[in-house]
């Protein structure tokens, strides 16, 4: 089955940037979307950001001119470049994958941004 694994998650001050990653197993194949959502304390988990296997990409408003995901099909990896980071992007970011109808999860990374 497939399996994602974030890394990348950190303590960085307000202001600062950093990039997530997310290592998929074996290779996707066809029409997909991977993204990025994350979880803060208390709250909802969200969508963040997504790109399909188009290249084709969402984001939340929050985060957009902010953010940016890409993704490395050789590589089997999809990333977030985050910049500018605010106290209120702290959170659990949480890798996903949809294919053929099926949803795959990470099991997240924790960026904490401090002010």
């Known amino acids: 089955q497939v399996q994602l694994v974030e890394s990348g998650g950190s303590l960085v001050q307000a202001g600062g940037s950093l990039r997530l990653s997310c290592a998929a197993s074996?290779?996707?194949?066809?029409?997909?979307?991977m993204g990025w959502y994350r979880q803060a304390p208390g709250k909802q988990r969200e969508l963040v950001a997504t790109?399909?296997?188009?290249?084709?990409?969402n984001y939340a408003d929050s985060v957009k001119g902010r953010f940016t995901i890409s993704r490395d099909n050789a590589k089997n990896t999809v990333y977030l470049q985050m910049n500018s980071l605010k106290s209120e992007d702290t959170g659990v970011y949480f890798c996903?994958?949809?294919?053929?109808?099926?949803?795959?999860w990470g099991k997240g990374t924790l960026v904490t941004v401090s002010s």
């Open positions: 996903n994958l949809q294919i053929v109808g099926m949803d795959y």
């Open positions: 074996g290779i996707i194949f066809g029409i997909n979307v």
């Open positions: 790109m399909d296997s188009g290249g084709r990409t």
